[in-house]
Nanobody
Framework: QVQLVESGGGLVQAGGSLRLSCAAS????????MGWFRQAPGKEREFVAA????????FYADSVKGRFTISRDKAKNTVYLQMNSLKPEDTAVYYC????????????????WGQGTQVTVSS
């Protein structure tokens, strides 16, 4: 089992920045990648970004490319999501997830999920 704990959500004005963190514990050696997903009210959960654990390769949804940056600290078993130039449409609950699969952009391939952290962007 892998446990994931997110932090860093909050309320920010449009154009502002936030950094989310996700600390992993447990059988972290089984992870091949970690990712961030988000779910806005009334919408399905969607992929935001992912990073391969060993090589650090990154993947982004088109809607956040150029504004969000995912990174990881292997020593701390922590993944980060730096969110800049935030827009009201970025408002959602953001979930951290971990996978042992090679497909990292589809949520059904993720084995473990955090509890989520709320990000609200006011206009």
């Amino acid at each position: 089992q892998v446990q994931l704990v997110e932090s860093g959500g909050g309320l920010v004005q449009a154009g502002g920045s936030l950094r989310l963190s996700c600390a992993a514990s447990g059988r972290t050696f089984s992870m091949s990648a970690m990712g961030w997903f988000r779910q806005a009210p009334g919408k399905e959960r969607e992929f935001v970004a992912a990073i391969s654990w060993s090589a650090g390769s990154t993947f982004y949804a088109d809607s956040v490319k150029g504004r969000f940056t995912i990174s990881r600290d292997k020593a701390k078993n922590t993944v980060y999501l730096q969110m800049n130039s935030l827009k009201p449409e970025d408002t959602a609950v953001y979930y951290c997830a971990a996978t042992s699969n090679i497909i990292v952009t589809i949520l059904t391939y993720y084995n473990y999920w955090g509890q989520g952290t709320q990000v609200t962007v006011s206009s």
